[in-house]
């Protein structure tokens, strides 16, 4: 009976398309539909089922299968969900910037859905407020990867702990200091830098604000595919002739400021180099007074929370039977932990230095130099950037 009724519903509809379409008579007769031609088409379909949004595959979908009701929780919904992102804008009529729903188990999620973007009170937004509370307006459609591109943790952050620790000495070891995460692929908080502050920013010192490129890259958009998320690289290829558009760490080659800001003599080099030799420097310094003002060492691996683990063998390394939750470091003084904090950060976004080259070299420079302060045995080189 039931499909029976389901039959004579769609020949109804078939009819009526016939009608609607100018098909009667005989034309009408002879016309075949494929339920299939009565769906709508989806612009960049396609391109989007190529993106990470849509690669359930990915640990940013898959962190929580081995979570007993294997829920992706409230504070990650908002980013790792399209109903945690639709309720954070406030889109399916819930209060704006609050989440109150798990998202459903990833084996049935659907990542980072159309919908997420393209609903009207993500494509009418105005502002995107950052961890540190600042406010940024922004009236261009990228505004929608700043609301989950901005981190998780800011200098407001940091400076939170440290007075509720009372403002410890910057070179003990508070039992309650813990390791404080920007989360991943900041992007947002380093275009703006000093404006949201998403580094840790030392006292006493100015930072770079918002980095303006150039008058045609001025949006993420404008160098990112919005739905791939891939890099445009042929774009930066009219005007920087060292980018070869077939490779797109070419970009690297890339610099505008004669400043030796490594001071390794060579002004030749793209800033992503420079960049590159102050943040080696920072963990030089970071190990440096981990093992002389500490006395625990530790080492690094970006891609293992939370990133910073004892160095029980005392090698360097960072080996792989350290790289443990169990084994995660814990011997945090204040001024550890702030220069950790901007080496995680320059760490987490790895295409900073076209988002913000000038941020990123005096959040190490400073950090260097704290350390160095401290009795970390590594001097600070090279010239701070005053952009």
């Known amino acids: 009976m039931k499909s029976a009724l389901r039959t004579t519903v769609l020949a109804a509809i078939v009819a009526g398309l016939g009608v609607l379409g100018g098909l009667t008579g005989a034309n009408a007769q002879d016309k075949v ?6 769906m709508p088409v989806i612009p960049a379909l396609e391109a989007w089922r190529s993106s990470p949004h849509a690669d359930l595959s990915k640990e940013a979908f898959r962190h929580w299968d081995e979570e007993e009701d294997k829920l992706i929780p409230e504070v990650c919904s908002k980013c790792h969900s399209t109903t945690g992102y639709l ?20 084996e049935h999620a659907s990542g980072v859905t159309c919908m997420a973007c393209h609903n009207k009170v993500a494509q009418t937004m105005t502002s995107v407020t950052f961890p540190s509370g600042d406010e940024a307006e922004v009236f261009t459609s990228d505004i929608r990867c700043m609301t989950c591109h901005g981190g998780r943790a800011s200098t407001v952050q940091v400076n939170e702990k440290m007075e509720e620790l009372g403002n410890p000495d910057p070179d003990s070891t508070p039992e309650d200091l813990g390791f404080i995460n920007i989360h991943y692929r900041p992007a947002a908080a380093t275009r703006f830098g000093g404006e949201v502050r998403g580094g840790y920013e030392y006292d006493g010192q100015e930072y770079a604000g918002y980095y303006f490129h150039d008058r045609d890259s001025q949006t993420c958009n404008d160098c990112h595919s919005p739905h791939t ?3 445009k690289v042929a774009a930066c290829t009219e005007c920087h002739d060292e980018v070869d558009p077939a490779n797109a760490e070419s970009m690297r080659l890339v610099r505008s400021s004669k400043t030796d800001y490594d001071a390794n003599g060579d002004m ?24 002389s003002v500490v006395g625990k060492p530790v080492v690094f691996r970006g891609t293992n929370y939370p990133y910073f683990f004892y160095d029980t063998n005392e090698n360097g390394e960072a080996d792989d039977d350290e790289i443990a939750f169990p084994n995660r470091y814990l ?21 900073g230095y076209t988002h913000n080259p000038y941020y990123q070299l005096q959040l190490t420079y400073d950090a260097i130099a704290d350390l160095a302060e401290g009795g970390s045995g590594v001097e600070v080189m090279g010239e701070r950037p005053d952009e």
């Open 229 to 231: 998320l891939e890099v």
């Open 268 to 291: 030749s080099e793209g800033i992503h180099a420079e960049i590159a030799v102050l943040h080696d420097q920072l963990f030089e310094a970071i190990m440096g007074y981990a093992n």
């Open 87 to 106: 309720e954070y804008l406030g889109a399916d009529g819930s209060e704006p910037g609050v989440v109150t729903k798990q998202e459903i188990d990833p």
């Open 331 to 351: 011997s945090w003084t204040p001024r550890l932990l702030k220069a950790a904090y901007n080496y995680n950060f320059v760490s987490k976004d790895p295409g």
């Open 33 to 38: 539909y494929n339920p299939a031609d009565l």
